[in-house]
């Protein structure tokens, strides 16, 4: 959806205990299920050494494109065939949402798990 691509480049990463926050500025993704990065052909998972630097080193990179889809709850494509995925979760297993996204003083859209 074009409403969810970041008109600013990734400018923050915050990791709390059980999610993650990635900053466009003012729009926030925040990701409560397990993610799965793809940089240069590697996958990375949350919890896997070098997660976190890869994660980081995603900043003052353009997200291109943002798809919810089957396959991933959340795909966000960054320029240079970079991307951090969302896997699909349970309420069960995950908590009720999967993630969201929003603007600071705007509306917010919250995926939930099945």
Request: hydrophobic share 40%.
């Amino acid at each position: 959806r074009p409403e969810f691509v970041p008109p600013e480049r990734l400018s923050q990463v915050v990791f709390v205990h059980d999610y993650i926050q990635l900053f466009f500025q003012d729009h926030i993704f925040t990701i409560y299920n397990a993610v799965e990065l793809s940089i240069g052909g590697r996958h990375h998972r949350r919890g896997e050494p070098g997660f976190a630097d890869a994660l980081i080193g995603l900043i003052g990179k353009r997200a291109v494109s943002v798809v919810s889809q089957t396959q991933y709850s959340l795909e966000i494509a960054f320029e240079d065939d970079e991307f951090v995925r969302v896997l699909p979760g349970s309420a069960e297993a995950n908590g009720p949402e999967a993630w969201q996204f929003g603007e600071f003083d705007g509306p917010v859209i919250v995926e939930l798990n099945a």
